[in-house]
């Protein structure tokens, strides 16, 4: 069933939209899985596009509009509210219907020479391209540690990694000493049962059907 307003809002994106968010960093944002987006985009009547992202290596990647991502993260809000039209909206079942997404926990250093212990962390499906993001604004950040880690293990990690530091932003933090903060995550993270990173597709499988 389509949504109110769907045509007029596709409309609008058309007209007053050039700039194109590319879904991979649209779900990391959102902290959310991207078969959720993709699921989410089929319900809404948007269509995504390919475009070549030079952040990337020049890799080929999902995109929508600006506007368009609104959109996304407003339907996102309303399912996780109960604002249901269906069952299958449920965010519990449509993240049930996948596996985990697996990607890196990181530790990225915003500004090493005037604010060396100011970091930003949180995970990541695609680690390359969410540090040259960070740099559009930090043109000096780089990352001094990650670790394979699971989009559910990262509120824990965060909590575990970031006791006694100060919150600066969401998930921006000064701590007393970086070396500390590696410490911490070297040991949250043996902890926790070893990955092995795939390589994920921007556009998930049909699953399979047995018989």
């Not at 968010?21 to 596009?49: N, P, T």
């Amino acid at each position: 069933m389509a949504l109110a307003g769907q045509s007029t809002f596709l409309f609008v994106a058309t007209l007053h939209s050039d700039e194109r968010v590319a879904i991979v960093d649209l779900a990391d944002e959102l902290h959310v899985q991207k078969q959720w987006i993709f699921k989410i985009l089929r319900r809404l009547g948007i269509r995504s596009m390919r475009r070549r992202d030079a952040s990337r290596g020049n890799q080929s990647v999902a995109t929508v509009t600006a506007i368009e991502a609104t959109a996304i993260h407003a339907e996102i809000v309303r399912v996780s509210a109960g604002a249901r039209v269906d069952a299958a909206d449920s965010p519990v079942e449509v993240l049930a219907s996948y596996p985990d997404d697996v990607g890196a926990f990181y530790i990225i250093q915003l500004e090493p020479q005037h604010d060396p212990t100011r970091v930003k962390v949180g995970f990541a499906t695609d680690l390359d391209g969410r540090v040259r993001k960070h740099r559009t604004a930090a043109p000096f950040a780089r990352c001094v540690a990650n670790w394979p880690s699971k989009r559910t293990w990262e509120r824990a990690a965060i909590d575990c990694i970031t006791i006694g530091c100060e919150q600066i932003h969401t998930e921006v933090f000064r701590a007393a000493s970086l070396d500390q903060l590696v410490e911490r995550g070297s040991a949250f993270f043996g902890l926790m049962p070893k990955l092995a990173l795939d390589v994920a597709r921007d556009e998930p499988e049909a699953p399979s059907r047995a018989g």
